[in-house]
């Protein structure tokens, strides 16, 4: 405990200081009472009961009043004047800030100047630009910190813990940041602009959003033109480390593209603080006149605009900010009508709900086109079987349908020559049909036949065992096979259509009526062949040939 004394002679804790350190390495310049209602806001319930106002500020601030006392004596922190009202303004060294990047988790190019001096004129800017994070931060008192306080402070804890939600953390806060319309990040040029506040919270809908501060000092012409500076850094391109142009905002802030034809600029929030003379009421107004070639949209038929290059500019009290947070409806989209909670005022809700309905459409006309298809696949298939149906054979001796199977069973063939015996009659009547065969007829009839002397070239297939075509006896065995034909020559049987018996009877009847039988005059034909012609000699003989 000596030597945490020693180093930390004002008794603060790591986590105080740690509060310090990211709240003003986010907002460069603030009071003890803004750091400890960032940093730790359960601290402002728990001491209610103290008798006035300034007991309760000293009371709840004083544990952030040591860890900046201690900061300031290890070089980290510095006073920097005082405030209208005589709080005491607190700012970092470079030391500090270079701490304060480890905090926050940046990088030290990127945590601006160190604001000293800007509590020489009593900082009313800097505290009204505080005042709007917190308003847009809304932070909330950690319940468990408060679990043996008196039931009124949980109460109260837990009502403000109930309350709409900030957008954010304090690390998702920049304030003072340079946008160069000429130069570079860490040099600008002439002509650019300094954004009071830029936030970055896309895990709340918001991946950036530009926000300005005023005083109400301020004239529409001169809002104007730093609203026209903003363009010129919005329109600003660079080439990024892919070689490739892209707007320069997009080489430090990461935001989704935007949809083909309506990609707007990131918005800019306009936040009036009631101090000076102008008041908001005349001043907007003039404004939107003023920039409404900036942020004017292009009508679509839905109704809904596309903001294609544009820039959507919203304005808000701070006091109504304080009141209500950025889920109020208290903030006004130029070129609406009508109060908005700042998501939808700066996004596009009539174009989402023009894409929902769009998309709804389509489905629904897929949907119809898809009953569609499927109705005319069931015309088509029902006109397809009634035709079928239509061509369904019947029994020529019954007249019944024939069923699928036996339908492809007559119409088989094999090189063109029928397979089925009987294709005009159903399987009844076939089998009926083939009972009238003797069985030993029937046992030929089934029996494979035998090619004989068929060879390598009697490829032409015999599937059904022939019939006589003078009494209708099917072929035996034998007959078939002196009758069957090898390769491409004809039959060597004279009478290929008669059965062995007709064959015969033929014979016979050929011999009873010419006297001489068909197979004596193929002998005689034979032995005439085989006797040679004699040989004439002479010119005689030549002329006869």
């Known amino acids: 405990m000596a030597g945490k004394r020693k180093n930390n002679p004002a008794g603060s804790t790591n986590s105080y200081r740690g509060d310090v350190l990211r709240v003003l390495g986010a907002l460069k310049v603030a009071t003890a009472d803004q750091i400890q209602r960032i940093g730790a806001p ?111 402070v949980q109460a109260a804890a837990q009502a403000a813990v109930d309350g709409p939600d900030g957008i ?14 000429t130069g570079t990040w860490n040099a600008p040029g002439k002509g650019g602009a300094q954004a009071d506040i830029v936030l970055t919270a896309p895990q709340d809908g918001v991946p950036l959003l530009f926000i300005e501060v005023d005083n109400c000092h301020e004239t529409a012409e001169e809002l104007a033109d730093k609203l026209e500076k903003y363009a010129r850094f919005f329109r600003r391109k660079v080439k990024d480390t892919d070689g490739k142009e ?155 349908r024939f069923t699928d199977e036996r339908w492809e069973a007559a119409e088989k063939t094999n090189w063109g020559v029928p397979v089925d015996t009987h294709p005009q009659l159903c399987d009844s009547c076939k089998q009926k049909a083939g009972a009238v065969v003797s069985p030993a007829a029937d046992t030929q009839e089934r029996q494979k ?36 034909r090898v390769g491409w020559s004809p039959s060597p049987a004279k009478r290929p259509s008669l059965c062995g018996d007709c064959d015969q009877r033929f014979e016979s009847d050929l011999e009873q009526t010419w006297g001489v039988s068909h197979r004596q005059e193929e002998r005689d034909q034979e032995q005439e062949q085989a006797v040679p012609k004699q040989k004439a000699t002479g010119w005689f003989s030549r002329l006869r040939s």
């Not at 954010?168 to 946008?179: C, D, H, K, N, Q």
């Not at 080489?251 to 918005?267: F, M, S």
């Open 168 to 181: 954010g953390t304090i690390a998702s806060y920049w304030t003072e940041v340079p946008l160069p319309a």
């Open 449 to 484: 036949p035998v090619r004989g002397e068929a060879g390598l070239d009697d490829f032409w297939p015999a599937p059904q065992r022939p019939v006589c075509t003078e009494c209708g006896a099917a072929f035996t065995d034998e007959r078939w096979k002196a009758t069957a």
């Open 246 to 400: 892209r707007p320069m905002w997009r080489t430090r802030w990461t935001v989704p593209e935007g949809r083909y034809g309506d990609a707007p600029h990131p918005p800019v929030l306009l936040v009036f603080n009631r101090l000076g003379e102008r008041p908001p009421e005349r001043t907007i107004p003039r404004l939107m006149e003023l920039t409404r070639h900036l942020w004017q949209g292009e009508r679509q038929r839905g109704g809904h605009h596309l903001y294609d290059g544009r820039i959507p500019i919203v304005a808000v009290g701070l006091g109504n900010l304080r009141k209500h947070g950025p889920a109020g409806p208290v903030f006004l989209r130029f070129g609406r009508d009508h109060m908005q909670p700042l998501l939808e005022a700066i996004g596009n809700p009539r174009r989402e709900a023009a894409d929902v309905r769009e998309e709804q459409e389509t489905k629904a006309r897929q949907a119809e086109y898809q009953a569609q298809v499927r109705r005319a696949a069931r015309e088509h298939d029902a006109k397809k079987a009634a035709e079928r149906e239509a061509r369904r054979p019947a029994c020529a001796n019954c007249g019944t």
């Open 42 to 152: 359960h601290l402002t319930f728990r001491h209610a009961d103290k008798p006035t106002p300034s007991k309760q500020k000293q009371a709840r601030t004083a544990s952030h009043t040591a860890a900046l006392s201690d900061m300031r004596g290890h070089g980290l922190s510095e006073n920097g004047g005082s405030t209208e009202t005589g709080d005491a303004l607190r700012n970092l060294t470079p030391k500090g800030l270079l701490a304060a990047s480890y905090e926050l988790n940046r990088a030290v190019t990127e945590m601006g100047s160190t604001a000293r001096g800007a509590g020489s004129s009593g900082a009313s800017h800097p505290m009204a630009v505080n005042e709007t994070v917190i308003a847009m931060l809304r932070p909330k008192p950690n319940l468990a910190r408060l679990a043996v306080d008196p039931p009124h």
